[in-house]
């Protein structure tokens, strides 16, 4: 008898939050921005792989759970060039459109 595989899918799923927060720069990564409400959207505290744009800027990336609640989502170098912002209290727009995991 042929092994049953689950059907999990992998297609990005849709998301639709807005966000203008403050960048940070303190605890486990160098540049971050805490993303409100992130817990409840995402219906978890987990990781979640999610892509869209910041500043008007494509990202994917990995929401990384605080552990208080809402995820913080890590800005790469690249990005924050990008962006022109790199330094904390800087305001930046996260617009989260898809979920990649």
Excluded: N, Y
Aim: glycine fraction near 10%; aromatic fraction near 4%.
């Amino acid at each position: 008898m042929p092994p049953v595989f689950s059907a999990v899918s992998t297609l990005p799923q849709p998301l639709d939050l807005t966000v203008t927060a403050p960048i940070e720069k303190d605890g486990a990564f160098a540049t971050f921005v805490t993303v409100p409400g992130s817990a409840e959207v995402l219906g978890t505290r987990r990781a979640v792989k999610v892509g869209g744009t910041i500043d008007g800027h494509e990202f994917a990336a990995t929401l990384m759970p605080s552990g208080e609640g809402p995820h913080w989502l890590p800005l790469r170098s690249a990005l924050c060039r990008a962006t022109g912002k790199s330094r904390a209290g800087e305001q930046v727009t996260i617009v989260l459109q898809r979920r990649l995991s």
